[in-house]
DNA sequence: GACCAGGCACATC
DNA sequence: GATGTGCATGGT
């Protein structure tokens, strides 16, 4: 049974490393800049350029309204791919503004499948990054998806190696109870397990998970 | 110095 | 529809 797997995988997990109290983020608006700032980019990385955003008292969607890309864009430097996430980051407060007056709250009534698809209509903004806004900042019961969590479910054969987003999100949603804070901290022991085990050249000794079942070798990453 | 990191859009075939 | 490439800094 499928949903016994992901329970006890979750439980080993908690188990071995325990919460990991995700979002790391004082407010929405500020795991919402997380989000994007982290595309393919180490965390320490974004937490630089949330710092710099902060001295500059720049971490809300009003400040960033008539600020220069370019200007942006020095502040989150640090981050990686600065232009193109510093575009990413005022499509976001565009959108914000031209449809909810510039207010995250007024987000709260919407739907939440119409609420992802209008944010996924965004340019820059793609399933994860989606995803993470609205469980994260906006507390959707919504399962975010990453390269870790695709590698360990690949790895211990819930899935297809071919499987797209969609299809692995779905696995998790449609076998685990709609739980906001499950799926806070399961995504989170994902990431925190794909870390330290699951990448190249990553032994898998001392994994939480080493003695499930698994159908691939730790070489496939 | 090579390799990697909590993606995404776009070009080309 | 599948595959390849640019975007960029900072840690290991």
Redesign the pocket.
Known sequence: MLNRKLTQIYELLLECFGPQH???GDTPFE?IT??IL?????????E?AIANLNSADLLAPEKLRNLEISDL?EHI??????????R?LKNFVDWLFENYGGDLTRLEHIGAERLRSEI?G???????????ILL?ALGREVF?V???TSRVAVRHGLIEPEHD?EQLQELFQSNLPADRALYNEYH?LL?RV??QFC???ARCSGCPLEELPHTLEPDY?
């Not at 982290?38 to 974004?46: G, L, R």
């Not at 430097?77 to 510093?86: D, E, L, S, V």
């Not at 965004?122 to 993470?132: F, H, M, N, R, V």
């Open positions: 995700w979002w790391p795991i997380g989000a982290t595309q393919n980019t180490n965390w320490t990385n974004v630089k864009a430097r640090p981050a990686g791919y600065f232009n193109i996430k510093a990413r996924l965004i340019k820059g903004i793609g399933p994860e990054t989606a995803d993470s994260y975010v990453d390269t870790y987003y989170a990431v794909g870390k990448r190249p050249a990453f």
